[in-house]
Each structure stands twice: as C-alpha cells, then as structure tokens.
C-alpha cells in the first residue's frame, strides 16, 4: 500500500482536482472526442492564420523595402526568438489557460490583420522623414514580427493544457496531436496566402480578413466549449473584446480601398492615372497628360521618368547598334522605350522582346501617354513580344542568333534579379549571340553602388565576354534608383545610370556613323562617361553566380 505522502509510481497520471477546477477535467458541452476534435480543429485554423501573417509581413517588406533576402531573414529569425519567448511566458497563464487563450487569439487576429495597414501607412507617411526616423519603417516591421511571434509562441503552451483538461494522456501523444494539427494548418495557410488571399483580395484585405477568422475560431473555441470555465466577468470581457477587434477590422475593410488610394497619393503624388497589381509587380503610371511628364512605377520605383528617359534609353540601345544589328535580342524593355530606339536604326529586321510582366507590356501598347512615347513601337511588324522569364527564355532559345543583346532588367542589388545578372545568364546570353555580335547591360548606378556594377562587369568577363564599361548622368533624381523602394521625387540623391557594352572581342565604345543622330548622347559626352567610369574601378571582385550571388 502506497502512503499518502509517497511518490506515485512511474506511469501514474498526476492527481487532479475537482471538474472544472484548475487542472482538473473541464465541463463541456459536448463529448470528449469531440471536443478534442474542435480544439485540433482550432489548431488547424489558428497555424494557418499564423503563418499567413507571417507571410503577409515578408511580402510586403519585400515589396515596401526591397532585399526580400534580408527581408525574409529579419522577419524569420525575430518571430522565431519571439515565439520562444511567448511560450515561456504562457507558462504563467496555463491555471486560467481558456481566458488566457482566448486574450491572446483576440490580440493576435487585431495586431496581424492590421500589421499590413500600419506598415503601409508609416511608409506612406512617414518614410521620406529622414533623420532619426529613416529606418522607421524597418522598425515597425521588427515589432510587428516580434509582437506576432509572441502571440503565436503563448498559443502551443495554453492549447496544450487545454487539450489535456478534455482528456489526459501522455505528453508525447499530445504533442504529436498538437503538432499533426499545427502543420497541416500552415500547409493551408501557406498555400492560402499566395494562391487565394493575394490574388482575390490583395496584401491588406487579405490580413484583414485572416484576422477576422482568427478571431472568430479563438473566440468561438474558448466562449463555445470552454465557457464554463471562465468567470461571468471573464466570458463579458471576452465577448467584447472579440465583438472590438471584428468591429476594427471590419471597419478597416470597408475603408481599405480609400485607405490605399491615400496611401498611393502619399507616395506617387496625386497625379495616379494607372494603378494596377499585376501577378508579377505593382503598375503604376502618373502624368502624361495636359503638358505633365509621365512616370512609370514598377513595385513602387521609378522606371521611367518622361523627363529623362532619354539620357537612360539613348545610352543603352546606340553604342551597341554600331555595327551588325539586323536580329536585336531585347531582355525586359517591356515600356517598349528601348525597342524604341532600336527602331530608329535602319537596317533592322527583327526585334525580339522578352518581358516577364504581360500587363506591362499591353500598358506600353494601349495607353495614350505610353504609347505616344514608345512612338507606337510594339505595333511595328518587325517586333515580336515574348511574356516570359527572360533566364527560362534563354536556356530555350537557338544558339548564334543575334546581332545585338539588349538588356534592360532591373537594378541587380534587388534580390529578384539577380539571377539575371549572373556567370550562368551572361554565359546563355553569349551563347545567342552570333559571331561579332555585342551584348549591352544595364548594370545599376555607378556613383552609388561601385561595387556591384563592377560586380556586373567582372561576371561577364568571367562569362568570356571583353568589357567597355561607361555611364551617363541623369538630370532628375529617382529614375532607376537603388534597391530600396523610396517614394517619389523625395530623394536627393544624385543619380547616373551606369552600362556595360560586351562581345567576344574587345568592342569599341562609339556610335553607329550611319545611324540616327540621337537627341542627346554624343561621341564626346560618351567617352567622358567611359572615363568617369573607369575612375571608379574596384579590382579584384568575383564572379556573381546562381549558387553565390554577389550583390
């Protein structure tokens, strides 16, 4: 006979208090299989929610900040520490685990749904500040991770307690049970968020309403089949509180469309004529009309500016039409601003374009303003457009092919591109070309980022080409700007566009003497941008490939 105050044999389950007392059997309404059903269930639902937040905040730090690699590893590393923290924290709160879970779903669906909506607003707003608040974007992103984590970490050990008080078995069942239905829920949400929420309802309605669900599953979970738990005050407390967050997020919905038209305007200025979410990018055009110079925005950047695209375009396309150029081979360009020049040569038979984004490419067509400035050039019966991947493109396309290689793709610091600045890109582009053929590249800004336009120039050294780096300067700022996402005309900062003319032998940097005279370069301003780029030099650096991106 074993003594009252003796150790219980191993395998013993722990005493356990009265029905519905702490740690005791909780009194539900329903079956205990069933309600062990419904709070896997509401695992199932509240990992999805969870990492639908957490995607949504990689998204649009990617899309708001630029660098998804940096991006992606802030958010990551900083809601995994906090989700540590949140579960040991949690521990305190597993005698009153139904309110306590029930606190943290209602916290969790406010502070995730609308986490989208404050970071875009203090881009918007605040990000061309400056001074102390220059990163404060970047500082929110790092509460809103850590806040979220938090939550999500102070769920696992109060559902645990939960689960355990319908009906007790050992821990590593129960864990098992938590952890089946824990992955199987992020399975959903990660399949959710890019294949549902993104393309139907967009990065902000989308979080509103994963937090609208998360609420209604936490709330109806802990009031529905733990409300005998809490206190009268407790289950008051509760139902308000949740009746709160829906009442904030729903009223955030209705007012998102004119939240993001404001927030649009804060950061392109008022004169939007075209906003438009593409599977690929965000399009957004502004002037055009009644004398204004149009810009064209691509993921909240500048890309083309009416003011000074010419000084960008004319350095591209002429240096590289000296010489053959019957077949030109233009990667991006999908304004139709470089096929544009092009055109200008006689002698061309053929443009080739490939361009990823479709919508782009139907803008550059169909839109007055647009078209007017791409001089209609997608309507010539010599181009043929291609939406594709311009790196898939290559590895498909016939060997010696072209004459000239254009390619006009964005800046290589963003992480997306940079595999379209690659050993392995450069090696299937110089496989297109024919024999005397030239390669041209549009390789970043020089002044502001030395380092990964020499970057560019040795990869393709490093691919078998000969260089002739150059530059030229641009007279407005932002145009083809950095990495980072900065809001119009609030920069600055002095811009040039730096280029690299490429071929098999060492090519020579002059312009086609029996070809148009362009508006703006010259033979002279040409060699003095060759000089002032090779002033900046940086010796030594490595190739940049798939497997060890250099910039």
Same mark, same amino acid.
């Given at each position: 006979?074993?003594?009252?105050?003796?150790?219980?044999?191993?395998?013993?389950?722990?005493?356990?208090?009265?029905?519905?007392? &702490?740690?005791?059997?909780?009194?539900?309404?329903?079956?205990?299989?069933?309600?062990?059903?419904?709070?896997?269930?509401?695992?199932?639902?509240?990992?999805?929610?969870? $990492?639908?937040?957490?995607?949504?905040?990689?998204?649009?730090?990617?899309?708001?900040?630029?660098?998804?690699?940096?991006?992606?590893?802030?958010?990551?590393?900083?809601?995994?520490?906090?989700?540590?923290?949140?579960?040991?924290?949690? /521990?305190?709160?597993?005698?009153?685990?139904?309110?306590?879970?029930?606190?943290?779903?209602?916290?969790?669906?406010?502070?995730?749904?609308?986490?989208?909506?404050?970071?875009? @607003?203090?881009?918007?707003?605040?990000?061309?500040?400056?001074?102390?608040? @220059?990163?404060?974007?970047?500082?929110?992103?790092?509460?809103?991770?850590?806040?979220?984590?938090?939550?999500?970490?102070?769920?696992?050990?109060?559902?645990?307690?939960?689960?355990?008080?319908?009906?007790?078995?050992?821990?590593?069942?129960?864990?098992?049970?938590?952890?089946?239905?824990?992955?199987?829920?992020?399975?959903?949400?990660?399949?959710?968020? &890019?294949?549902?929420?993104?393309?139907?309802?967009?990065?902000?309605?989308?979080?509103?309403?994963?937090?609208?669900?998360?609420?209604?599953?936490?709330?109806?979970?802990?009031?529905?089949?733990?409300?005998?738990?809490?206190?009268?005050?407790?289950?008051?407390?509760?139902?308000?509180?949740?009746?709160?967050?829906?009442?904030?997020?729903?009223? @955030?919905?209705?007012?998102?469309?004119?939240?993001?038209?404001?927030?649009?305007?804060?950061?392109?200025?008022?004169?939007?004529?075209?906003?438009?979410?593409?599977?690929?990018?965000?399009?957004?055009?502004?002037?055009?009309?009644?004398?204004?110079?149009?810009?064209?925005?691509?993921?909240?950047?500048?890309?083309?500016?009416?003011?000074?695209?010419?000084?960008?375009?004319?350095?591209?396309?002429?240096?590289?039409?000296?010489?053959?150029?019957?077949?030109?081979?233009?990667?991006?360009?999908?304004? !139709?601003?470089?096929?544009?020049?092009?055109?200008?040569?006689?002698?061309?038979?053929?443009?080739?374009?490939?361009?990823?984004?479709?919508?782009?490419?139907?803008?550059?067509?169909?839109?007055?303003?647009?078209?007017?400035?791409?001089?209609?050039?997608?309507?010539?019966?010599?181009?043929?457009?291609?939406?594709?991947?311009?790196?898939?493109?290559?590895?498909?396309?016939?060997?010696?092919?072209?004459?000239?290689?254009?390619?006009?793709?964005?800046?290589? !610091?963003?992480?997306?591109?940079? /595999?379209?600045?690659?050993?392995?890109?450069?090696?299937?582009?110089?496989?297109?070309?024919?024999?005397?053929?030239?390669?041209?590249?549009?390789?970043?800004?020089?002044?502001?980022?030395?380092?990964?336009?020499?970057?560019?120039?040795?990869?393709?050294?490093?691919?078998?080409?000969?260089?002739?780096?150059?530059?030229?300067?641009?007279?407005?700022?932002?145009?083809?700007?950095?990495?980072?996402?900065?809001?119009?005309?609030?920069?600055?900062?002095?811009?040039?566009?730096?280029?690299?003319?490429?071929?098999?032998?060492?090519?020579?940097?002059? $312009?086609?003497?029996?070809?148009?005279?362009?508006?703006?370069?010259?033979?002279?301003?040409?060699?003095?941008?060759?000089?002032?780029?090779?002033?900046?030099?940086?010796?030594?650096?490595?190739?940049?490939?798939?497997?060890?991106?250099?910039?």
């Amino acid at each position: 006979m074993i003594e009252p105050h003796a150790p219980a044999p191993p395998g013993c389950p722990p005493p356990r208090s009265a029905p519905g007392g &702490p740690g005791g059997p909780a009194l539900l309404p329903v079956q205990p299989g069933t309600g062990r059903f419904l709070v896997l269930a509401g695992v199932f639902v509240c990992a999805a929610c969870g $990492l639908v937040y957490e995607l949504e905040l990689l998204a649009l730090a990617s899309y708001l900040m630029g660098d998804s690699v940096t991006q992606a590893s802030v958010v990551l590393s900083v809601m995994v520490f906090a989700m540590g923290i949140g579960s040991l924290a949690a /521990k305190r709160l597993r005698p009153l685990a139904a309110a306590g879970f029930g606190a943290v779903e209602a916290t969790l669906a406010l502070v995730g749904g609308c986490s989208a909506m404050a970071l875009y @607003a203090v881009f918007a707003w605040t990000g061309a500040w400056g001074g102390w608040w @220059a990163d404060g974007p970047r500082c929110l992103l790092v509460a809103c991770s850590l806040a979220t984590g938090l939550l999500i970490g102070a769920e696992v050990p109060l559902l645990m307690e939960l689960i355990q008080r319908i009906r007790r078995q050992d821990a590593g069942g129960a864990v098992a049970d938590l952890s089946a239905a824990d992955y199987v829920g992020a399975l959903v949400g990660g399949l959710a968020f &890019p294949f549902l929420l993104l393309p139907f309802f967009g990065q902000l309605t989308g979080a509103l309403l994963t937090g609208a669900v998360n609420a209604v599953v936490g709330g109806a979970l802990v009031l529905g089949l733990f409300r005998r738990d809490l206190t009268r005050r407790a289950r008051w407390l509760l139902m308000l509180g949740n009746a709160f967050v829906l009442a904030v997020l729903a009223s @955030a919905a209705v007012l998102v469309d004119d939240f993001e038209r404001a927030a649009r305007q804060a950061v392109y200025g008022g004169d939007v004529r075209v906003a438009l979410r593409t599977e690929v990018q965000e399009v957004v055009l502004t002037g055009g009309t009644r004398g204004r110079p149009l810009d064209l925005f691509l993921d909240g950047r500048l890309r083309v500016s009416g003011r000074d695209e010419l000084r960008y375009h004319e350095a591209l396309v002429h240096p590289a039409m000296s010489g053959p150029h019957a077949r030109v081979l233009i990667l991006g360009g999908g304004n !139709g601003l470089a096929t544009r020049e092009v055109l200008r040569h006689p002698g061309v038979d053929r443009v080739d374009v490939v361009e990823r984004d479709a919508e782009v490419v139907r803008l550059a067509r169909t839109d007055p303003a647009l078209s007017v400035l791409n001089q209609h050039a997608f309507g010539d019966r010599r181009v043929r457009v291609t939406a594709a991947d311009a790196f898939d493109w290559l590895r498909g396309a016939t060997p010696a092919t072209y004459d000239v290689v254009v390619s006009d793709l964005p800046d290589p !610091g963003r992480t997306a591109s940079t /595999k379209l600045y690659s050993q392995e890109f450069y090696g299937l582009t110089r496989r297109v070309l024919a024999p005397g053929g030239r390669l041209v590249v549009h390789a970043g800004p020089v002044a502001d980022g030395p380092r990964a336009y020499w970057t560019v120039e040795a990869t393709l050294r490093a691919a078998g080409f000969r260089t002739a780096p150059y530059r030229t300067a641009g007279r407005h700022t932002g145009f083809a700007a950095g990495p980072d996402r900065t809001p119009a005309d609030r920069s600055r900062a002095p811009r040039d566009w730096g280029f690299v003319l490429a071929a098999r032998t060492d090519p020579r940097l002059r $312009l086609d003497p029996d070809g148009p005279r362009p508006s703006v370069l010259t033979e002279a301003s040409l060699a003095a941008g060759e000089q002032a780029a090779r002033r900046t030099r940086i010796g030594g650096l490595p190739a940049s490939t798939l497997v060890h991106p250099r910039y």
